[in-house]
């Protein structure tokens, strides 16, 4: 098998409670994410890893595939690192379980950033931020790379430091959308490295690995998406698949 896809789906939510089965035009919030993955044929494999049997139930129930995980994972990443320990695959796609208009390019485009590259053990997605209402919200994770595309840094702060730049600098700001793809084997190392300083000082996981001197590419996507955290980001997508349907 090349490619699986993941979504870990928590229960429990401190701000959204039960957000994974939140209804969004008469179909849960995971059903979406669901079928949106599903779109694209890259992925051999997609399943739903989750710690409650209410999500698991919904997910069979619209036909999806989905599987018990332990309840004591504090993250996605640890999730989705039992669900493929035993399986041979080459490339597992991080799948997050609150974005609900989530484009099956974006699956590709980390994917094959993997598959076309063997030298290449992770890779995630950024966006152009055009809200300057964005610039220091830290809820918008801010991402800045090099030349080749490769993440510097990750912050929740304002990336770089646009207060001391001229006017006349041109500087362009990404956030980072939180779609990731790694090789099954790097995935296994990341869940035993230790937790670094700056992963715990900025709440970033993928610092972990920037820390332990890896690299990860960052590609960017024109496909905009809203991760559902709050109630006003459950209400923001309502609107647009409504709009769009």
Do not use: W
């Amino acid at each position: 098998m090349d490619v699986v896809g993941i979504i870990p789906a928590r229960y429990g939510s401190t701000r959204l409670h039960a957000k994974a089965l939140a209804d969004i035009a008469g179909k849960p919030m995971i059903q979406h994410i669901y079928e949106r993955a599903k779109e694209t044929p890259i992925l051999d494999e997609l399943i739903v890893a989750t710690d409650d049997d209410r999500i698991k139930s919904v997910v069979e129930n619209f036909g999806g595939k989905a599987v018990l995980t332990s309840k004591e994972h504090i993250s996605g990443t640890e999730r989705l690192t039992e669900v493929v320990f035993d399986m041979d695959v080459k490339v597992v796609v991080n799948i997050q379980g609150d974005e609900p208009l989530i484009h099956p390019s974006m699956i590709n485009d980390v994917a094959y950033a993997l598959l076309d590259n063997p030298e290449l053990v992770m890779s995630t997605l950024k966006q152009k931020l055009t809200k300057e209402s964005d610039f220091n919200n830290p809820n918008v994770v801010k991402v800045v790379t090099d030349k080749n595309g490769f993440a510097l840094y990750f912050s929740r702060s304002c990336l770089p430091n646009i207060s001391r730049m001229n006017e006349s600098d041109s500087m362009t700001l990404y956030k980072h959308i939180g779609l990731y793809a790694y090789t099954k084997d790097f995935l296994l190392t990341f869940k035993g490295l230790k937790t670094s300083k700056l992963e715990k000082a900025e709440s970033l996981e993928q610092l972990r690995a920037l820390e332990h001197g890896y690299r990860i590419k960052v590609i960017e996507t024109k496909h905009e998406t809203i991760s559902v955290d709050t109630e006003v980001d459950l209400q923001k997508v309502i609107e647009v698949i409504k709009s769009s349907s």
